[in-house]
Every structure is written in C-alpha cells, then in structure tokens.
C-alpha cells in the first residue's frame, strides 16, 4: 500500500481526533470547549487562527473563558523577557484551574518553545502541561493533538527547522472580513537585539501561486482586506521557483477580484526599493499606511544593531516615500536603552522621531536575549536610564502623533467599519492610513466600507460620522 501523503495523515488525525471528542463530549453530556490565547506579532495571530481552524474541525468550541476550557493552548511569544515572564505567571494560576478539572489539556506552542531553556523548564517545573510544540511543527498540530488526546501521556515536539510549511490547514478566522495571509516565514538579518531568527529559523517564501490562491479563496469567502505578512517582506521569493518580486506580488494581489484593500508588514528600511514605492503609489487598493521600523536615529547604534542602513539614509527614505506617496501615514518600532546607547546617542532618537512626526510607534526599553550578540555587549543600560529615556521618547513620539493624526480632520474618508464598540451604539472602524475612527452605527455595518467625515482628532483616534 502507499504511504500515506503528509496531508492525508493529518486528515486522518483530525478524523480520528473528531471521534474521540464526539465520545468525550456524549459522556460529559456538553459540547467540549477550547481557549487560544495569542503572545506576540501578528505572524503568531495568523498561526492561532491556523490552531483554532482544527480545534473546530474536530469538534471543540470556542470560548472566550479560559477557566472553563477543556483545551488550553497559549501561543507565545520570545521577543522580550515581559512575554516570557507574562507566560509563566499565567501558568501558575492553569496550575490551580488543572487541579480542579484534571481532564484539561494545556498546551504551549509559539516562539518560546524553540528556545531549550525553556522546555527544559516546563519539563521539569510544570508537569501538568501536557502538549509543547515549537513553530516549526505548526502542520503537524492535528497529530500531536490526537497523540494528547488518546495517549494520554505528555507530548513534547520541538524542530529544528521547518520541514512542511502550514499550507491549507483549515482556518477560523478572528474577523470574517479581513485576514493576514503570510507569505513567508522566519528571518535571516540578524539584528543583534533580536531572538526571532534562532526561534523562527531561516526565511523561507510561499509560492507566489499559493498566496493568490489563498487570497481568492479569502475574497471568495468575503474577505475585503489582506495583511500580507513576513519579518521582511522585500526580500521575498528568495531560494524558491514560482515567485515574483514583493512590488509585483501586490500588484498581483490587487487584482484579486473581491480584495479591496491590501496592507503588508514588515518592509525593512534598508531595501526598501523604489519599485515597492511605485506599487503602493500607483493601485489605490494598497493602504496608504507604511510600518519602518528605525529602531534608534543613532548612525552608531543602528550599527552595532546590525540595521544596514544609517540615520541619514532612513531620513531620506522617508523623505522620498512622501514625496511620492503625500498622504501616506508612518509608523515605527524604536528601542532604547540598547547596549551602550549614551545620552547623545538616545538625542539622536529623539530628534528623528520629531523630524519624521509618525503617526504612532511601538516603543521599547531593550530586553537581553540571551543567544543573540548584543547580550554580550558591554556597558548595559542600567534600568533607571532607560525608563527615563522612555518615558521621554514616549512624550516625543505623542506630540509628534497627535499633530500628524489631526491632518485629515474635516474631510470624508473610507472606512471599513471592524467591531462594535465597548460604548453602545459606536462602531469601530480604520482608516486607509490606519488610523482608528470610532462612528455612530450599528452591527450590520460589520465588514463594509463606508465613507466617513473624519470630525474630531482626539489624539490618536478620530469620531467620525458617516455620510
Ligand atoms: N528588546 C526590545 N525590543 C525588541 N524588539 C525586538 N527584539 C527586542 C529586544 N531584545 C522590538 C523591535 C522589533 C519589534 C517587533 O520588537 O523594535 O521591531
Ligand atoms: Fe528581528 Fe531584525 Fe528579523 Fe525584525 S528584521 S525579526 S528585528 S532580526
């Protein structure tokens, strides 16, 4: 007989796992339910959409209260110690909810399962953990759950590199009209702050035939907006046969018929080409919004980051960006306290971040990740310096975003209007640039796209009205 393809084992887990639950769920008289929660970017948000697509399909349901899941997993992230500290503080408290329903299955995935210290932890200081399973064994989910489910004994099973990229997995999504569609996966810059490429491993791209296939089945299933994803998107397509450039790709994209607005997330700012500027300019379906990651305006610090690109060159980046692109909005990610960053130094940051006026950045106080080089630097800042710093560079990065978010004031913008707010009778929506605009509405606006006066700028949020 044939060995069974990689794809009809899982199908065959997923078969056999539905069996078992549909007999745990006749005795316990209930549905059985699940809880993911996600750590980190929305790379592992995708991968969770992925884990919650086959907790379906063999039978769980979903539940937004984790004490009463039968199936918890938390997808985590290793980017920074508060994630992992984060991650262990709600282990704790699984401990006492185990303890009282002992037939829960608690499990670990995410990027810090890759790092051996870790699982070395969880095996030995949390044994009621009974699943562990790391990012490059995201596909193989269906059988590990099984392996849990019918052996009941602990499963741990971590890659080294990714042998089967997670294609075709059955998916539930978190929103019905937007999804993020990854195109590639892992990193290989090396930024010497950063644990990403020792847990996420090696870029590897998609073929292009692939990501259109997937973004046309998206539409088909009434998907208006894609997040085409990668820790750094224009180098795409490298070492695989069916590709095109990134510029290319998105203009494929956008012919995608159904898809109307396309976003992408990460361009690295030092290849960043002018033919990626081009594409964005020229197809009204990309959003006019652009994350670039600086990470420090120092030219000495982004070279001991290992950035490849200098403060002046970022600056003329963006500077030719809006020249061609006006209305283009520009967020960032930006570290202080790197390894030996001097007070002149963090100025330097200062002063980029009020010449470029970003309409918002993710800021943070450097975390030492052990493994990568900047661990071993010298001169590490001490703690008091950086909180200062960044409440510094907080202030900064505020009064530059609430000048650049007020510019649409007055005018009548598209919005593609995504949830209901907390306060009744308000729905939330975003602008092409990204920026939030919370409206007057109600459910049924859930998925369109609707025009709307932007009235009132209230910092980095707009109450807009339609029209
Ligand atoms: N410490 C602090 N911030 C970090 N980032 C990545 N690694 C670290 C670290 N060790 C930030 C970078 C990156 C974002 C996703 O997380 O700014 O762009
Ligand atoms: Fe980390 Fe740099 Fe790769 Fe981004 S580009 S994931 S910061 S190594």
Do not use: W
Request: proline share 5%.
């Amino acid at each position: 007989m044939k060995e069974p393809s990689y794809k009809e084992r899982q199908e065959e887990a997923i078969s056999r796992a539905r069996e078992i639950i549909a007999k745990l769920s006749a005795e316990k008289g209930r549905p059985l339910y699940a809880n993911i929660t996600t750590f980190g970017c929305q790379m592992n948000a995708r991968d969770s959409e992925k884990l919650r697509g086959i907790l379906r399909e063999v039978g769980y349901v979903d539940t937004e209260n984790e004490d009463a899941a039968d199936i918890v997993i938390y997808n985590t992230c290793t980017v920074r110690e508060n994630a992992d500290m984060h991650v262990y503080g709600r282990l704790g408290h699984m401990n006492g909810v185990k303890k009282k329903n002992p037939d829960l299955i608690m499990g670990l995935c995410g990027c810090m399962m890759q790092e051996p210290h870790v699982v070395e932890k969880i095996r030995k200081s949390y044994p009621f953990v009974n699943l562990v399973f790391g990012t490059h064994n995201l596909a193989d989910f269906p059988e590990l759950l099984l392996r849990v489910l019918s052996d009941k004994k602990r499963v741990i099973a971590i890659e080294e590199k990714t042998t089967t990229l997670p294609e075709d997995m059955p998916v539930k999504r978190k929103y019905s009209f937007k999804s993020g569609v990854n195109i590639m996966y892992g990193c290989n810059n090396f930024c010497t702050y950063c644990i990403v490429p020792y847990v996420r491993g090696r870029e590897m791209s998609r073929r292009a035939g692939d990501i259109i296939s997937e973004c046309e089945r998206l539409a088909a299933d009434g998907v208006v907006e894609v997040m085409l994803l990668g820790q750094n998107v224009n180098s795409y397509g490298k070492g695989i046969d069916d590709f095109i450039s990134f510029p290319d790709l998105l203009r494929r994209v956008c012919q995608v018929e159904g898809i109307e607005r396309v976003r992408f997330m990460t361009s690295h700012p030092k290849d960043l080409s002018d033919d990626l500027i081009e594409a964005i300019a020229e197809n009204p379906k990309v959003m006019r919004h652009l994350h670039l990651p600086v990470q420090s305006g120092s030219t000495e610090v982004l070279r001991r980051m290992n950035r490849h690109y200098d403060r002046d060159q970022y600056l003329a980046l963006v500077r030719k960006i809006r020249e061609r692109i006006p209305v283009i909005s520009l967020t960032t990610d930006i570290i202080v306290g790197f390894p030996g960053e001097t007070d002149e130094q963090f100025e330097d940051t200062l002063s980029l971040v009020r010449e470029v006026g970003y309409d918002s950045a993710f800021t943070f106080i450097y975390s030492k990740r052990t493994g990568t080089p900047a661990a071993k630097y010298p001169d590490q800042v001490p703690d008091d310096v950086a909180h200062a710093r960044f409440d510094r560079l907080l202030a900064a990065v505020k009064e530059g975003a609430d000048k650049a978010c007020a510019r649409f004031e007055g005018q009548v913008m598209d919005v593609l209007v995504e949830e209901e707010n907390k306060q009744p009778g308000l729905m939330t929506g975003r602008i092409s640039q990204n920026i939030v605009v919370h409206l007057p509405g109600n459910k049924s606006m859930i998925g369109k796209i609707l025009p709307v006066r932007m009235k009132e700028c209230k910092g980095f949020y707009y109450m807009g009205e339609p029209v």
